[in-house]
């Protein structure tokens, strides 16, 4: 049982490059989450899928899309990266978004050029 | 703006001690809070979760709620040096639209333990 995994763990990327940060989950998890965290800033939630086939903003989705490819994965997806976007994301998943206890993958750290 | 907020610290204790952490929070229909404790460089894991006024328990852990004056705070009995981390309050958005339930986080409160 890995609970929530993310690949990759580090990444560098240019300015103008795309990429895609994969998450899964074992844990059966209705509802999964991508934050991302900046010194100084905090969890920021960037998008949320409450169950498989729906996904909604967060509080700072512009410059990501994503995809909630089955019950177990989802994905974040950079068209265009950007310096702003440097940052450590974490995909998190709970069974449903109310009142569940949320759990973190490992984190990928970024970095734009 | 629904906010969370805590001290940034650092909060240094000496190894025995208790450590009080605080959070308050400005949605006053939030129903759930966590405590996630996050180790540099590290992903945030649970600590506590607290859904009622009073105080839970658990080991060295007591969280306390009072939603009356929007206040949760975390005790740690005994403190270690192994409990130096950043401590993360979270609080759910309450009935808010589209987000009902997503986590608000505070920016956290840096503990140092000394032994």
């Known amino acids: 049982n890995a609970g929530v995994t993310q690949t990759p763990k580090f990444q560098v990327l240019k300015t103008g490059q795309s990429m895609t940060l994969q998450c899964a989950q074992d844990?059966?998890?209705?509802?999964m989450y991508w934050y991302r965290q900046d010194p100084g800033m905090g969890l920021r939630l960037i998008y949320y899928s409450a169950s498989e086939g729906t996904t909604d903003k967060g509080e700072v989705p512009n410059g990501y899309n994503v995809s909630r490819l089955n019950k177990r994965e989802f994905s974040l997806r950079l068209e265009s990266a950007a310096p702003s976007q440097t940052s450590v994301y974490f995909c998190a998943s709970s069974a449903v978004v109310v009142a569940e206890t949320q759990y973190f993958g490992p984190g990928t750290r970024l970095l734009v050029l | 703006q629904k906010e969370v907020e805590q001290n940034s610290g650092p909060l240094s204790v000496p190894e025995g001690a208790i450590a009080s952490l605080n959070c308050t929070y400005s949605?006053?229909?939030?129903?759930?809070f966590f405590w996630y404790r996050q180790y540099s460089g590290k992903s945030p894991e649970l600590i506590m979760s607290?859904?009622?006024?009073g105080d839970k328990e658990d080991g060295r852990f007591t969280a306390q709620l009072n939603k009356a004056s929007q206040y949760v705070s975390l005790l740690i009995r005994d403190s270690q040096p192994s409990d130096s981390a950043t401590y993360l309050c979270?609080?759910?958005?309450?009935?808010?639209?589209?987000?009902?339930?997503?986590?608000?986080f505070g920016k956290g409160t840096k503990l140092s333990v000394k032994p």
């Open positions: 844990m059966n998890h209705n509802s």
């Open positions: 949605d006053r229909v939030s129903q759930s």
């Open positions: 979270a609080v759910n958005r309450g009935n808010y639209g589209g987000s009902q339930g997503n986590l608000i």
């Open positions: 607290i859904y009622s006024n």
